[in-house]
């Protein structure tokens, strides 16, 4: 990857890369510590089991992000949103997720797109205004929204394939009563019994949806 990592010294405002057809690559340490990159675009298609892990991020500038058919685990997001004071949205499509935090005072959008998740993920992002989730839950696993209230737009679709799952110590759904204060929603989950259960303990703690303008439910 010498090539990037010397585009990367250059100082270029937008970095994006598509490759295709390869194995596992390590991305250089230098594209993660370009201070005048706004526009960061990564994908590995169709994906060679590539896992981010800088020694650090450090991305001043940093507003947009878009991640494709890449791992990211919980060091990786910590250091993202400690590195990344400017970033406004956050893509990931296709992505194997192992975070279980999310957290971010900036963050205006966030995107999931067709990702597998395998841990109960916490999203506390207080400037969200847009939220767009499809994910495939692996065994137990689902979503909880905290400080949530800033956002007015939201499609999430949950679903989960495995069928054969102990359930005895499901984990604490929290959605709904994160999207109160949201004037379109789109709720699709899968119906699977797991999902069900979740859910069904959730809606009892909603709260008036006073801004309500437009709801699409399916699955429930």
């Given at each position: 990857?010498?090539?990037?990592?010397?585009?990367?010294l250059l100082m270029p405002r937008v970095?994006?890369?598509?490759?295709?057809?390869?194995?596992?690559?390590?991305?250089?340490?230098?594209?993660?510590?370009?201070?005048?990159?706004?526009?960061?675009?990564?994908?590995?298609?169709?994906?060679?089991?590539?896992?981010?892990?800088?020694?650090?991020?450090?991305?001043?500038?940093?507003?947009?992000?878009?991640?494709?058919?890449?791992?990211?685990?919980?060091?990786?997001?910590?250091?993202l949103f400690l590195g990344c004071p400017?970033?406004?949205?956050?893509?990931?499509?296709?992505?194997?997720?192992?975070?279980?935090?999310?957290?971010?005072?900036v963050l205006k959008k966030l995107t999931?797109?067709?990702?597998?998740?395998?841990?109960?993920?916490?999203?506390?992002?207080?400037?969200?205004?847009?939220?767009?989730?499809?994910?495939?839950?692996?065994?137990?696993?689902?979503?909880?929204?905290?400080?949530?209230?800033?956002?007015?737009?939201?499609?999430?679709?949950?679903?989960?394939?495995?069928?054969?799952?102990?359930?005895?110590?499901?984990?604490?759904?929290?959605?709904?009563?994160?999207?109160?204060?949201?004037?379109?929603?789109?709720?699709?989950?899968?119906?699977?019994?797991?999902?069900?259960?979740?859910?069904?303990?959730?809606?009892?703690?909603?709260?008036?949806?006073?801004?309500?303008?437009?709801?699409?439910?399916?699955?429930?």
């Amino acid at each position: 990857m010498e090539w990037l990592d010397r585009a990367a010294l250059l100082m270029p405002r937008v970095i994006s890369v598509c490759i295709r057809g390869v194995g596992r690559l390590n991305f250089p340490n230098s594209m993660f510590s370009c201070a005048s990159l706004e526009n960061l675009e990564l994908c590995v298609f169709p994906g060679g089991r590539t896992t981010i892990r800088p020694i650090s991020i450090a991305l001043p500038s940093l507003k947009t992000l878009k991640l494709h058919f890449l791992i990211l685990d919980d060091d990786f997001a910590q250091k993202l949103f400690l590195g990344c004071p400017s970033l406004k949205s956050l893509n990931l499509e296709s992505c194997e997720l192992f975070m279980s935090d999310i957290s971010s005072n900036v963050l205006k959008k966030l995107t999931f797109g067709d990702c597998w998740q395998y841990n109960h993920m916490r999203i506390c992002c207080p400037s969200l205004v847009s939220l767009s989730i499809q994910s495939n839950m692996f065994r137990t696993r689902t979503i909880s929204l905290e400080k949530m209230t800033s956002v007015v737009k939201a499609n999430i679709s949950l679903y989960r394939t495995d069928e054969e799952e102990d359930v005895n110590d499901l984990p604490d759904a929290k959605l709904f009563s994160g999207l109160s204060n949201a004037t379109s929603l789109k709720l699709h989950f899968g119906r699977h019994p797991d999902l069900k259960e979740q859910w069904e303990k959730d809606i009892p703690k909603c709260r008036t949806f006073k801004n309500l303008k437009s709801l699409e439910i399916a699955g429930l």
